[in-house]
């Protein structure tokens, strides 16, 4: 899938960009029946929410589900990303954020690039995520804000939260998103389930907690630049991978076709993956 140079220029000056509809029924019938089985396992990749039960994050299935491991290769997620860095990309991050009906928690206002660039030493801001909606996102069941613009000022102070969810980020203070938001405004891109929104790593984004009765489920791929990869391995593989081999898509039909997929974590998450490293 190629960009065009209206959605270039939109990309370069909002940072975003939204795609309705982009996958078909079929193809999100295939990652939603999938999702329940991997919540319901007991792995550490499954981060829950705060004195719930309820998934928050689930990482790294692509290493371990073969639907996943065939979307975290599909040119229509692949593609334009690489061709906006103009280079090849690896996996630094998969993950399924299951905002679940009434107990999907907030997310806070953050760059990913801060969390990046402060626990794993990527050295520019040359990644960005591309997230695919597995259910419809509206206005009730907490969807994705972005600040439009926000990427252009670069990494913002922020301070490291371990404590008002489960899983720790680096936030941005309130004063500071009271006048990014003054500047920018507030959007929130809405859709149906196979709705793709593509996102510049540097821009401010956040979330609030889904009091709905509609669960929120959506995929991310943290795409990088293989020249920019992550220097060093603090956190353990399946939140920030090590292994910078470039991307090589399958053909378009993957989700709908059994190619051949390779599933190393399927019997279990190695020992070695669990803990912080020495960067190679």
Not at 117 to 125: H, L
Not at 139 to 146: A, R, S, V
Request: net charge negative.
């Amino acid at each position: 899938m190629q960009l065009n140079a209206q959605q270039i220029e939109r990309f370069d000056r909002e940072g975003y960009l939204f795609f309705d509809s982009l996958f078909t029924t079929r193809e999100i019938d295939v990652l939603r029946e999938e999702v329940p089985r991997l919540y319901a396992q007991r792995r550490v990749e499954n981060v829950r929410e705060k004195g719930s039960d309820a998934v928050r994050t689930n990482f790294a299935a692509h290493m371990y589900s073969a639907p996943f491991a065939r979307l975290a290769r599909h040119p229509r997620m692949i593609e334009p990303v690489v061709a906006l860095f103009g280079e090849p990309v690896y996996m630094h991050q998969f993950k399924i954020n299951g905002k679940m009906a009434f107990d999907g928690d907030v997310w806070q206002w953050h760059q990913d690039f801060g969390t990046w660039k402060n626990d794993d030493e990527m050295p520019e801001p040359r990644a960005m995520n591309i997230a695919i909606f597995l259910d419809e996102v509206n206005e009730f069941n907490g969807p994705l804000m972005f600040i439009p613009g926000s990427h252009k000022l670069g990494v913002i102070d922020a301070e490291h939260d371990t404590s008002t969810t489960s899983y720790p980020l680096w936030t941005i203070n309130h004063a500071t998103i009271a006048s990014l938001v003054g500047r920018g405004g507030i959007v929130a891109p809405k859709g149906p389930a196979g709705s793709m929104l593509l996102f510049h790593s540097c821009l401010v984004h956040a979330s609030t907690s889904n009091l709905s009765p509609w669960n929120r489920v959506s995929v991310y791929l943290s795409l990088c630049a293989v020249s920019n990869h992550i220097r060093r391995f603090k956190r353990p593989e399946y939140i920030a991978h090590r292994d910078f081999t470039p991307i090589e898509c399958l053909p378009d039909d993957c989700l709908l076709r059994d190619y051949p997929v390779a599933l190393p974590w399927r019997d279990g998450t190695p020992e070695a993956a669990l803990q912080p490293a020495l960067a190679g």
